[in-house]
């Protein structure tokens, strides 16, 4: 792909007047990195820094959960990090509020005739059946408190072929191929920006307007869903979300049980 300077990531364009509270206090943009989050950690220090984004056109070693990899090619996708220092608020709450803020700007910047974006709990974000987005929440705890780095990866420009090359877990898309028009990465790196602040504040003051949310776009709610928690299958129908504790089930046996997002992984959606 031939890349001119209007389609590379522009800190002047992504912050200009964005006038957010607590995200996006200071926005970088590397041109590559291993991964975003690294940057985002070393960061950490200095409480000062919270809200910080880092962007990189490119990343060599760009992560997912339980040590899977995020792959990416220079100039195609949005990878963003964001600092959060001494956070009060549980992680499975800014998953959620993540997820729902990069739905909601995808939806907004891409030129979609048909379904919007859709989440796949706990981290996944669709268009059209397929993984467009993941999110990546790392904590460390300390005495002052919690800090937390979410990690967002977006696939805007890729071909179809990128993807044939690969060997993933769920079948994925990038905007490009969905809308049929070209990603504008910097209007969509703003957005993101803009939709994770007020979802991020909604987290600490609203968590009821997430799960509302949450329960608007996700794409499992009453559906049959079977998910592995501590080496154990379990299969019944999505019923909802908890803020803190997860997934609830309503199981086979009639059980109604939570499935926190660090220990469960959906196995198989119907
Ligand atoms: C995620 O993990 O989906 C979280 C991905 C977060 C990436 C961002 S990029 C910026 C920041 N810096 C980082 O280093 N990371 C964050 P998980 O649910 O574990 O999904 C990972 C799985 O998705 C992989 O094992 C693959 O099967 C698949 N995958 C990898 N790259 C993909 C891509 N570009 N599009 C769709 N699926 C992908």
Known sequence: MIMNKTDLLDVDVIEADIGTKLVGTRVLVYKSTASTNDIAWEYAAN?????LAVFAESQSAGRGRHG???????????????????????????????????????????????????????????????KVAGILLESKVSSAGTDYVIGIGINCRQP?????????????????MESGKVTARNLLARELLICLDEWIVAAKDAPDTIIESWQQLSCQL??????QCDQQLFSGNCIGI?????LIMQLDSGTVRMFDAAHTTVVKDE
């Open 47 to 51: 409480k000062a820094n919270s809200g």
């Open 68 to 130: 899977n990899k995020w792959l990416s090619a220079p100039g195609q996708s949005v990878l963003l990090s964001i600092l959060l220092k001494n956070f009060s608020c549980p992680a499975e709450l800014i998953t959620l509020a993540a997820a729902v803020a990069t739905a909601k700007a995808i939806s907004k910047v891409a030129a979609l005739d048909r379904a919007a974006a859709r989440i796949k709990w706990p981290n996944d974000i669709m268009l059209n059946g397929k």
């Open 160 to 176: 179809k072929e990128f993807f044939d090359e690969t060997n993933l877990q769920m079948p994925a898309t990038s905007i490009d």
């Open 222 to 227: 009453g559906s049959r869903l079977t998910v």
């Open 242 to 246: 908890d803020p803190t504790k997860g």
